[in-house]
């Protein structure tokens, strides 16, 4: 019924994973100074297997195919999001308050890189320094909004990011097996149903899970 994964972004579970694993290796380094020289290094280091690699690399061997599935490609990415969280008291007045602002400012320079340039680039191969630009806007746009209009009530008691992520494109490939394709309703049927399920998992699967983490101190 699928062509290959039934979601298209399971494949990104196995980097978060050793993501995962390496961050503690990170974080544990207390002088700030060595820990940020060691940022560096692994931010522009990891950009050097997909800038060289091609269609055909990430297939052209066992070794290969294992570095797409690990962090290691796709670190300076985390990076980004790991340098706005460890100074994110000293950046936040820039971006609470701004989400729509970086949101637009995001969509300007993909539309002027699609109609202008050369297109939005591949983070995973042949990576551009257009592309590493376009991604950290996104992720300024996003930090901004994850902690901007948090008063509104749903913000406050729901979190739909995360199952909105894992299962959207779940939905795009029932469509897509189904012979469905071609037609602007379809977006409608995609949001809505995402949305539909990623409550169901928040209220009956995240929500429950989360309260796990509680831990009563016994005095």
């Given amino acids: 019924f699928f062509s290959s994964y039934p979601s298209g972004v399971l494949w990104t579970l196995s980097v978060e994973l050793s993501f995962y694993i390496v961050l503690p290796f990170i974080l544990c380094i207390r002088k700030a100074i060595i820990r940020n020289l060691l940022l ?3 931010f522009f280091t990891s950009m050097i297997i997909p800038a060289i690699a091609d269609e055909n690399f990430y297939s052209a061997s066992n070794l290969n195919k294992l570095l797409e ?20 008291l000293d950046i936040k007045k820039y971006l609470v ?7 637009a400012f ?12 050369s297109g ?36 406050r008691s729901t979190d739909l990011s995360y199952s ?5 494109m779940l939905i795009v490939q029932i469509l897509i097996s189904l012979g469905f394709g071609g037609s602007l309703w379809l977006y409608l049927i ?13 209220n009956f699967i995240e929500k429950p899970a989360l309260k796990l983490k509680q831990i009563k101190v016994v005095k």
């Avoid at 599935?69 to 994110?88: S, T």
């Avoid at 308050?97 to 949101?103: E, W």
């Avoid at 909105?164 to 959207?168: G, K, S």
């Avoid at 995609?190 to 928040?202: H, K």
């Fill in 97 to 103: 308050g701004y989400g729509l602002f970086y949101i």
């Fill in 164 to 168: 909105t992520y894992l299962y959207h």
């Fill in 106 to 117: 995001y969509l300007i320079f993909c539309f002027v890189a699609i109609e202008f340039g």
């Fill in 40 to 42: 560096v290094f692994l």
């Fill in 190 to 202: 995609v949001v809505a149903a995402t949305l539909a399920i990623a409550c169901v998992s928040w």
């Fill in 120 to 155: 939005l680039g591949d983070y995973k191969r042949g990576l551009e320094i257009s592309t590493v630009f376009q991604i950290f806007l996104l992720a300024l746009a996003m930090f901004s909004m994850a902690f901007s209009y948090t008063n509104l009530k749903m913000a």
């Fill in 69 to 88: 599935l690990i962090c290691l490609p796709f670190l300076w990415i985390f990076i980004i999001g790991m340098v706005m969280r460890l100074y994110w």
